[in-house]
């Protein structure tokens, strides 16, 4: 039995590696060990030396390797957080092992394709996790199916498994809104302090509005964001008058053309 296979049995594996360590990386890594069972060894990549460094000088079980290939040597499940213009560089002086699990977050780099770079690595797996993994609020979709990979993020606020890698590019496609959201909330709050309100209040206010509505979408299903919509654009209502004048200008179709574009950026990988 391998050693995989006998990890897979436990909550996380004990040696888990992860090549590349951004943002994303450090939001894994910090919902990792600020749970009640952190894997024994978390082993980094030595790249980003500062960030590294701060995350194993504030998580005992966090490791910081010399290269790459001490990561993967030193793991039984190793995490591909790089970029995914700098994977093929990145991976190409990398030797695998069968014994190897890969879960790989990189965005639109194909099963197939990752087979090539981290052969003779068994198991494959491509997962989204999202920053609120660091609060351990953050639903991540995989592809395949796979216990170790649930292992790892179910703790870190749930997963959606998917059938297909379409599937997790239509998903992972649709993550690329976050920061044209973010945008029109600082467009609401800048709109707010040029009327006289001071910015900190401003962006406290937008923050608390938009903060409370999503404790109530946490609980709706993909047919209730309409029935939500209806419920606040009352009849004659200021809610109404601003959800007419952004779908007379026609927000809602760019919105779905660009989504179109991400996913075929993505499915072309």
Not at 17 to 28: H, K, R, Y
Not at 163 to 186: M, N, P
Request: hydrophobic share 50%; aromatic share 4%; with cysteine.
């Amino acid at each position: 039995m391998s050693t995989v296979e006998i990890q897979s049995r436990r909550n996380l594996p004990d040696q888990l590696g992860i090549v590349g360590v951004g943002a994303i990386a450090e939001a894994i890594i910090t919902g990792l060990c600020v749970g009640d069972e952190p894997p024994a060894a978390i082993h980094l990549s030595a790249r980003s030396a500062e960030r590294a460094n701060r995350l194993a000088a504030r998580y005992s079980s966090v490791h910081v390797a010399d290269s790459n290939q001490s990561v993967v040597e030193r793991a039984d499940v190793v995490l591909l957080c790089v970029r995914p213009e700098d994977a093929r560089g990145a991976l190409s002086k990398v030797a695998f092992s069968a014994r190897h699990a890969v879960i790989s977050v990189m965005a639109g780099i194909t099963i197939d394709s990752l087979r090539l770079l981290v052969a003779p690595a068994e198991v494959l797996v491509r997962a989204i996790p999202l920053p609120a993994v660091a609060r351990r609020t953050g639903l991540t979709a995989i592809h395949p199916e796979h216990e170790l990979a649930r292992a790892i993020f179910e703790p870190l606020g749930g997963v959606i498994a998917v059938d297909g890698e379409r599937a997790l590019d239509a998903l992972s496609a649709s993550t690329a809104t976050i920061a044209a959201h973010l945008a029109y909330l600082e467009t609401v709050s800048r709109w707010l302090a040029d009327r006289g309100i001071p910015p900190t209040d401003a962006t406290r206010y937008v923050a608390a509005v938009f903060g409370s509505l999503s404790g109530t979408l946490l609980g709706a299903s993909s047919s209730d964001f309409g029935t939500l919509a209806d419920e606040y654009a009352t009849a004659g209502g200021i809610n109404e008058q601003f959800l007419a004048a952004l779908r007379r200008a026609g927000v809602f179709d760019i919105v779905e053309h660009a989504l179109d574009d991400v996913a075929l950026r993505l499915e072309g990988e």
